[in-house]
């Protein structure tokens, strides 16, 4: 597989001293423009290296290269990055955060190991077992989690109710597999974060070392009354980033229990925790994956599915993706989802989860609600409600039929397999 974050320096070039080091830093990788926001409200910083990395997008017909800095930052620091990005870029995230420069440096050469991943022939070719998923889905289903998510006063990843809203999802989808003894749920721990993700597998029946994950982001934040409350007792129902892509998980995690369905290939569900901070729960898993050689056939990201802000119904986002597995999503929306429009749009740098796993090589796709510019205003404060989305979650349901269709499609043996060191082998459909 092409791996994408292409490194085209071979060392990493100093550019400058880093501010007198703490114990309480943070390392963070970032792309040039959340970092001249940075740069413009603490001059005083400097970068400690730097790469040039390949997006994955397209600009007039040629590779478009991000440059990517390291830098060492304080809590206040990132703190007030957080909020820049969200007023300005209109974003999560937009960096990764590390405990160490160690960690930092290992992910600025994280695509550069060769990992053998199954690339999937992505034949559309089981209707018969998906077209009766998507009609059982309802969107009542999906407000519920949302209702359910957002009862929580937040879900800040280092709080308690974080970690409450953690207990009470892998509660809700123990409960759903119940009567499964080849699903398991388990909450995976960064150090010592109070909220852990949340990871349910269904077990393949014939390829289960092949996996295909679905993602979303557990926690919430509120950067518009920073500095007024702390974190931990602010107020972040986060409906739509993200409990609209966790609620989305949990409708296709019921419809599969419903259907009795067994995939060929294993499939996981992922609520990543820390990822308005940093990225922080799915680069802990992504990396851990990539050093454990774990083949990940594709991951799909739902971040933000409830607010209709453009005119299309779903943004392909196409800079740090795979093309491939987008052209896949684009050929599922018109099989099974032929009423909607698909549009394409750009998201930047470390912008939601699915980057995590973009930057181990693996291959990344995110559907998103609109342009950047008209996705949901309110997020990242106390207006991000279910009522700020007009009482509805018609449009979370669209996304989530979208996920169906990808996870069982890809659950599924399909043909041929490309590995990424150019072998090719044949494996008889089911």
Not at 57 to 74: H, M, N, P, R
Not at 109 to 133: C, D, F, K, V, W
Not at 326 to 332: A, C, G, I, K, P
Not at 382 to 397: F, K
């Amino acid at each position: 597989m092409k791996q994408l974050f292409l490194t085209l320096l071979l060392t990493l070039l100093p550019l400058g001293a880093a501010h007198a080091e703490s114990a309480d830093d943070i390392w963070i990788t970032l792309a040039q423009p959340a970092w001249q926001l940075l740069k413009q409200s603490h001059p005083d910083l400097h970068s400690v290296s730097s790469r040039q990395v390949e997006t994955g997008a397209e600009i007039k017909g040629k590779t478009s290269f991000d440059s990517v800095y390291l830098v060492q930052v304080s809590e206040p620091e990132l703190e007030n990055l957080t909020q820049l990005v969200h007023e300005q870029l209109h974003h999560c995230a937009g960096f990764f955060a590390f405990d160490s420069r160690e960690a930092a440096m290992a992910s600025l050469h994280a695509s550069t190991r060769g990992i053998n991943l199954t690339r999937p022939s992505y034949n559309i070719e089981y209707q018969s077992t998906i077209e009766p998923m998507l009609a059982a889905m309802a969107a009542d289903n999906i407000r519920d989690t949302i209702l359910g998510l957002t009862s929580f006063r937040n879900r800040y990843y280092n709080g308690q109710y974080g970690a409450d809203a953690a207990n009470w999802l892998a509660d809700r989808w123990t409960a759903l597999a119940a009567t499964r003894s080849d699903v398991h749920v388990e909450k995976v721990f960064r150090g010592s974060d109070a909220m852990p993700s949340v990871v349910l597998t269904i077990d393949g029946l014939e390829l289960a070392g092949q996996v295909v994950v679905l993602g979303a982001h557990l926690d919430s934040v509120n950067v518009v009354d920073r500095g007024v409350t702390p974190h931990q007792d602010s107020i972040a129902p986060g409906a739509d980033d993200d409990a609209s892509g966790v609620a989305g998980l949990t409708e296709i995690l019921r419809q599969l229990m419903a259907s009795d369905y067994q995939p060929q290939r294993t499939i996981k569900l992922m609520a990543y925790a820390g990822e308005e901070f940093g990225l922080y729960g799915s680069n802990y898993i992504a990396t851990d994956y990539a050093n454990r050689n774990v083949d990940v056939v594709g991951v799909l990201q739902l971040d933000m599915t409830n607010y209709q802000g453009s005119v299309s119904d779903i943004y392909l986002i196409n800079d740090y993706t795979d093309t491939l597995q987008n052209e896949f999503l684009e050929n599922l929306a018109t099989t099974y989802l032929p009423s909607l429009s698909v549009a394409h749009t750009t998201c930047e740098y470390a912008c939601s989860d699915h980057a995590s796993w973009n930057q181990q090589g693996y291959a990344a796709s995110f559907p998103f609600e609109a342009i950047l510019t008209q996705s949901n205003p309110a997020i990242h404060s106390s207006g991000d409600t279910y009522a700020g989305s007009g009482n509805q979650a018609a449009n979370a349901l669209k996304f989530t039929r979208l996920g169906m269709a990808y996870v069982v499609e890809l659950g599924e043996l399909s043909g041929e397999h490309i590995y990424s060191d150019g072998f090719e082998s044949k494996i008889g459909a089911p």
